[in-house]
């Protein structure tokens, strides 16, 4: 059993609803998990203390959440150590060809190179469009941005693109990364 952290950046819960579903995987494989949300870590968390950390932002306006980047700025040195991963939740990581994927690519080996991490693995996963919770000027941007993109534009209905098999296949494969309690003593 390792000891694993999950800590997510969040603008309107899918992100946070990922990272939940990861914490859930890892916990059934028999690692101990702790999530926390990046805006406001327990004081006394220090992630160097755990034995694997994941790592989720959404993008907002072109970039991912400035205290998910402060998080990672201030823990590079246990992330580079330990084994880590980084996932980035976008509507542009819901395209089907990486042409028009690329841009959430781009983001995300922006912010690792801004951060200095190197990460085991990293996944682009498609977010959501949550316009019943959004307020109205909100819900009219989103709509105009969707409508723009050839996608979803219903403002009486939510949409999910989320792949909820490959979070969780990418779960289980950082688990292959995590110390294994239950591999026998070599002494
Ligand atoms: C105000 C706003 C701005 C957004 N800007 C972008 C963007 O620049 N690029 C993108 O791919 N997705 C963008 N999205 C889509 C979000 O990344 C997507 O809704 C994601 O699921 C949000 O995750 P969260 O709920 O964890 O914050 C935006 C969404 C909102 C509401």
Redo the contacts with the bound molecule.
Sequence with gaps: MARVLVAFG???????TIAERIGDVLEAAGHDVVVVHAKHPPAELDPGTYEGVIVGA?????SHQSYVESFVDTHSEALNRLPSAFFS????AAHDDPAERKP?RDLLEDFLEETGWEPDATLLVA???KYRE?GLL?RF??RRIARSEGGDTDTAQDYEYTDWDEIEAFAEEFTTLLPDASEPDPR
Excluded: R
């Design positions: 969040s603008s309107e819960g899918q992100t946070a959404s993008i907002h306006m072109g939740v976008s509507l542009t959430a977010g959501a469009l959004y909100k941007m989103m």
